[in-house]
């Protein structure tokens, strides 16, 4: 229903007018199971023989897509893998039910739980749980894409067609950090870029450094904003044979050495809002001794500072010691450097899986049952269990550019399903459109298609990710 003037491309880029017939802008996008990122066989005319399905793969970026969903996906290939007769579905499925789930490596306070998160002004999403040295979003989802005004839902789906295809995002939370994300990339807090995140919370740095502080100091406090370790009194320093130092901290005790909320989440000490770490500590017991020792650390090595107590039991700042650098770089060696993982989230539901089967939920039961490998741009799924198809996929996984919208808005997104030519005569396919590998290799556009493609691209495979035409 979009009319496009000769010449000109279509509000959602992915189509054009050529001579009066409609061009697909991306190139199908074909996968090579080799380190070569070009496919020999694009090169060459077909000599006739068989393609095997273990050298190449056909994704769904490029291939266009169902819609209005009463007709077959656009490629139905099939191939031999393993000596068995393969076939996989290829289409790009319209996901309004879509988002990013973002992990963001950091050991700084971004936001509140549920805190929004804006793009262009507009809420696009919210901040979810923190896990163990990182912060997590939950971005987009119908309710932003279509639930909102017109401009929440553009700004949505460009905050997410972006995120999704590699692209430097910026991004706000509520009361809370200044953000610049891209896939892959170590993440901007407040104008800085993260360099690690944290090697354990405070009880576990303890843990797994007590040994090597014994006999080096007299007590070692490693600050947190979850979990703050106190050497003398936790049970790693009491197995040891940690002498008691008569230590006070404020904040919430849990368990021997472990302190819950000694101060408020921030960008500062161990994701505190702290800058001075004494801020914590409380007046000491008469148990005490002048020239007691102390090292005070977070959780990624970045602060560190050392105190001795004077005649009155007062810490008093000093040069850090020769023989306590090695500890502190120690803890800076075992974080493992900041990234953003991006993980596009969808539910591939509704008429998208006519284009597979007459029968729609066979396919869901298909998928569920593993007999369907689902894969997205040739790239691994994270499939949810319960009922429906809901996945989730790295988008660095995925070729380049894997992603398009179109201004309902939703985003554009390849998905490919894989099986035996067995199960899926079974589930009641499309079998008559189903066409060879090479056939398909050669550039024809799917016997249901109504445009033309606009070219083939090659991609080698991702290393470390597995063929998805491949052995269960």
């Not at 995002?169 to 891209?182: K, R």
């Not at 650098?325 to 596009?344: D, G, H, Q, W």
Request: net charge negative; aromatic share 6%.
């Amino acid at each position: 229903m979009c009319y496009i003037a000769e010449g000109r491309a279509g509000a959602c880029d992915r189509y054009a007018n050529e001579g009066g017939a409609l061009v697909r802008l991306d190139p199908l996008t074909i996968l090579s199971n080799t380190d070569v990122p070009v496919v020999p066989f694009l090169d060459r005319e077909w000599d006739g023989e068989i393609v095997s399905g273990e050298d190449s793969f056909i994704t769904a970026v490029g291939s266009g897509t169902t819609y209005p969903d009463y007709k077959p996906a656009p490629f139905i290939v099939a191939s031999t893998a393993a000596d068995t007769d393969m076939i996989t579905v290829v289409t790009e499925g319209i996901f309004s039910y879509c988002g990013a789930k973002v992990k963001i490596d950091t050991d700084r306070h971004l936001g509140n739980e549920c805190a929004p998160v804006r793009s262009d002004g507009e809420i696009i999403g919210h901040v979810t749980t923190s896990e163990y040295g990182s912060q997590m979003l939950s971005l987009g989802g119908v309710h932003h894409l279509t639930g909102g005004s017109k401009k929440e839902g553009r700004a949505t789906c460009a905050a997410l067609l972006a995120l999704c295809n590699g692209e430097e995002v910026p991004l706000t939370i509520d009361q809370g950090a200044e953000l610049q994300i891209a896939a892959g990339q170590a993440p901007i807090v407040n104008g800085l870029r993260e360099e690690r995140m944290r090697v354990g919370c405070g009880s576990a740095t303890v843990g797994m450094f007590a040994a090597q502080w014994k006999g080096l100091v007299d007590e070692v406090v490693v600050v947190d904003d979850h979990i703050t370790g106190v050497m003398s009194e936790h049970q790693a320093g009491k197995v040891i044979g940690w002498a008691p130092t008569g230590i006070k901290i404020k904040g919430r005790r849990s368990t021997p050495g472990r302190y819950f909320q000694v101060a408020e989440p921030g960008t500062g000490w161990g994701g505190t809002d702290l800058t001075d770490p004494l801020d914590i500590l409380d007046t000491f017991k008469p148990q005490a001794w002048p020239g007691l020792s102390i090292l005070m650390v977070s959780t990624t090595g970045e602060h560190a500072a050392y105190y001795e107590l004077d005649d009155a039991l007062v810490p008093v700042q000093k040069d850090m010691p020769e023989r306590l650098l090695p500890s502190v770089a120690r803890i800076e060696e075992n974080c493992e450097p900041s990234l953003t993982s991006v993980l596009f989230m969808a539910g591939a539901g509704g008429s998208l899986r006519s284009g597979v089967t007459e029968n729609p939920v066979s396919l869901t039961r298909s998928v569920q049952s593993r007999l369907t490998r689902v894969t997205c741009g040739g790239a691994p799924v994270m499939m949810w269990p319960g009922g429906g198809i809901t996945y989730m996929a790295d988008v660095t996984q995925m070729p380049k550019n894997a992603f398009g919208y179109v201004p309902t808005p939703a985003l554009v997104a390849p998905i490919e399903f894989t099986m035996t030519r067995d199960d899926y005569q079974a589930l009641g396919g499309h079998m008559d459109y189903v066409m060879p590998l090479e056939e398909a290799l050669q550039g024809m556009t799917g016997r249901q298609s109504d445009h033309r493609l606009s070219g083939r691209r090659g991609e080698a495979r991702k290393p470390g990710a597995p063929w998805p035409v491949g052995p269960k």
